[in-house]
């Protein structure tokens, strides 16, 4: 059963706590990317990666890190650095074709108590 | 500035009811523009992709149209059923970064 996923689905963590958000993926694809969603805003970049041990940062990327020491899996760790961290996060994944197309996680939503 | 605005920003039918969503986007140079479904709490999945030569692709009963001169693009979607309550976002991509830019989405509610 193909396909990209994403644990947990729901996160609570205390201010001023590091917490890692799972994505793995079983499409053999070389490309995965974080995102961030917030109500009324559309989907902001905040990591990509193309390969493995590699990683570029997106346009939020304050506050979060990433690691991509295998293919299939690409962490996303936000930091008490993050100051407005609850959000929807989605991971993706994709081949490194033109057309580009991404294949997104069920999502976790974090959220800060 | 790349830009993928849509248009309603929500919307109400009655089930069976046919609905056109809008997209306008200023991204240059552009590459090509999907749209995706996402239900509430899961991730999008695409509905359609077309390149700057084609300008109308259908799946089932949705149906998009791109307009590259006007930069202009809509997803019509026929005989809605209960399932196609949903947010429809517009994507778009800039192929000199190969970066995807979304619009903020459409949020479709349809009622028995």
């Known amino acids: 059963d193909g396909g990209i996923t994403q644990s947990p689905k729901y996160l609570f963590r205390k201010e001023g706590q590091n917490v890692t958000l799972s994505c793995e993926q079983n499409l053999n694809h070389d490309a995965m990317y974080w995102y961030r969603q ?16 590699d990683f ?4 939020i990327a304050e506050g979060y890190s990433v690691s991509r020491e295998k293919k299939e899996s690409f962490p996303l760790t936000v930091t008490s650095a993050q100051k407005n961290p609850t959000a929807f996060y989605l991971c993706a994944s994709s081949t490194q074709t033109s057309s580009n197309e ?10 800060v108590l | 500035k790349n830009q993928v605005e849509q248009s309603p920003q929500s919307l109400i039918i009655l089930e069976g009811k ?3 969503l809008q997209c306008n986007y200023t991204v240059s140079p552009f590459s090509n523009l999907r749209w995706y479904k996402q239900d509430t709490g899961r991730g999008p999945v695409s509905l ?25 693009s809509s997803l019509h979607i026929t005989a809605s059923q209960l399932s196609d309550s949903a947010s429809y976002i517009c994507v778009v991509t800039s192929d000199s970064a190969r970066k995807l830019i979304f ?8 009622f028995p």
């Not at chain 1, 570029?56 to 346009?59: F, I, L, P």
């Not at chain 2, 109308?56 to 307009?67: E, M, P, W």
């Open chain 1, 38 to 53: 917030d109500p009324g805003q559309g989907l902001r970049l905040i990591y990509y990666s193309q390969i493995v041990n």
């Open chain 2, 103 to 110: 619009g903020t989405g459409t949020r479709l509610q349809v």
């Open chain 2, 48 to 72: 359609t992709i077309m390149t700057f030569s084609e300008n109308t692709k259908s799946n089932g009963r949705y149906t998009a149209t791109l307009d590259a001169d006007t930069k202009q």
């Open chain 2, 18 to 20: 046919n609905c056109t």
């Open chain 1, 102 to 111: 991404q294949f997104f996680g069920p999502g976790t939503r974090l959220t």
């Open chain 1, 56 to 59: 570029q940062k997106g346009d």
